[in-house]
């Protein structure tokens, strides 16, 4: 999801430039696959953890909630 804001995020709400992949020719999965094959891998990724963790006999609220946070960052 980084490498994605990286392309696609706010400046202002990120907090940090956003275009230095590129700048840097790094290799990103968007650089690597596109845009949307790569949030689509996000969001599969994360449903995948999602599952996982609902399969821990424990409180997971923390961690269902750090997995929301990250897919939904805004861009």
Known sequence: V???LDIVGDESKLGKKV???IENHKSTYPSLIG?????SIAYDLIQEAKDSINSINKETKF???LADYI???EY
């Open 35 to 39: 845009l949307d094959e790569s949030k």
């Open 2 to 4: 980084d490498d994605i």
């Open 19 to 21: 275009g230095s992949d």
């Open 63 to 65: 961690l269902n909630d």
């Open 71 to 73: 897919i939904d960052r």
